[in-house]
């Protein structure tokens, strides 16, 4: 069982047998929102964001932004759960979530910039350091076209998983303490 409140379970269930990419917009929108996460009544805010439009890619996905503020502090991009299998699909979504990553860190009052890409309910986490600025996961031949694609198991857990709720709850929590200590 996870700690998310039951609403926002709830939602998930909603999704369908064979859900599509938007089919997650919702319940990933609900859950975002959940007070143990970035609740409404906090400084923080959730909006959807359109794709990069250097990306020219089928399927470019939306990402939920948060911020705090209008600073950006997190990033949560979407991907179809059916294409998860599909190495070009995998590749392609770490390549859009690199360059949303790369769009907000310059506007990131944190050290750090955390992500999280999905693929369904499976969750690969990203954080990027601002004085480095370097990116999770690196491959040989990151800018050909035929480098290897980014792993199946970098989407290691699930949301809805014990595993999957402490890891986001973990990463949004050092994000709150992180904001607690700047002066806005």
Not at 33 to 42: A, E, Q
Not at 57 to 84: A, C, E, M, Y
Not at 102 to 118: A, K
Not at 126 to 144: A, C, H, K, M, S
Request: with cysteine.
């Amino acid at each position: 069982m996870t700690p998310w409140h039951p609403k926002v379970v709830g939602r998930f269930g909603t999704v369908p047998d064979n859900p599509r990419e938007r089919d997650f917009y919702g319940p990933f929108n609900k859950l975002l929102h959940d007070p143990s996460l970035f609740s409404v009544d906090s400084d923080f805010a959730v909006a959807l964001q359109r794709p990069h439009p250097n990306i020219n890619q089928v399927g470019s996905s939306p990402s939920f932004v948060v911020t705090h503020g209008t600073k950006p502090v997190f990033v949560l991009q979407i991907n179809d759960p059916r294409r998860i299998c599909d190495p070009s699909a995998r590749r392609n979504a770490d390549l859009r979530m690199r360059t949303v990553i790369q769009d907000l860190i310059p506007s990131c009052p944190l050290p750090t910039l955390d992500g999280v890409c999905t693929f369904g309910t499976k969750l690969c986490f990203y954080r990027v350091d601002q004085q480095t600025i370097t990116l999770p996961f690196v491959v040989e031949g990151d800018r050909d076209e035929e480098a290897i694609s980014s792993p199946l198991e970098h989407w290691i857990c699930d949301v809805l998983e014990r595993k999957g709720a402490d890891q986001l709850n973990s990463v949004v929590r050092q994000i709150k303490e992180t904001c607690e200590g700047i002066p806005w």
